[in-house]
Nanobody
Framework: QVQLVESGGGLVQAGDSLRLSCAAS????????MAWFRQAPGKEREFAAA????????DYADSVKGRFTISRDNTKNTMYLQMSSLKPEDTAVYYC????????????????WGQGTQVTVSS
């Protein structure tokens, strides 16, 4: 089992920056891919960014590309999402996810999920 705990959400203004963290514990050696998904009120959960745990290769949704940066620190078993130039449409609950497979944007491919952290961007 892998446990994931997100932190760093909050209320910010449009144009501000925010950094989310996701700390992994347990059988972290089994992780191949980690990702951030987000879910806005009344909408389905959507992919935001992913990182391959060993190679550090990354993938971004078009809606966040150029504004968000995903990274990880293997020594701390922690993944980050640096969010810049935030927009009101970025308002959502952000979820950290981990997969035991080399995978991408399909949320059904992720085995473990955090509890989520709220990000609210005011205009």
């Amino acid at each position: 089992q892998v446990q994931l705990v997100e932190s760093g959400g909050g209320l910010v203004q449009a144009g501000d920056s925010l950094r989310l963290s996701c700390a992994a514990s347990g059988r972290t050696f089994s992780i191949y891919t980690m990702a951030w998904f987000r879910q806005a009120p009344g909408k389905e959960r959507e992919f935001a960014a992913a990182i391959r745990w060993r190679s550090s290769s990354t993938d971004y949704a078009d809606s966040v590309k150029g504004r968000f940066t995903i990274s990880r620190d293997n020594t701390k078993n922690t993944m980050y999402l640096q969010m810049s130039s935030l927009k009101p449409e970025d308002t959502a609950v952000y979820y950290c996810a981990a997969s035991t497979k080399v995978t991408g944007r399909n949320l059904n491919a992720y085995d473990y999920w955090g509890q989520g952290t709220q990000v609210t961007v005011s205009s």
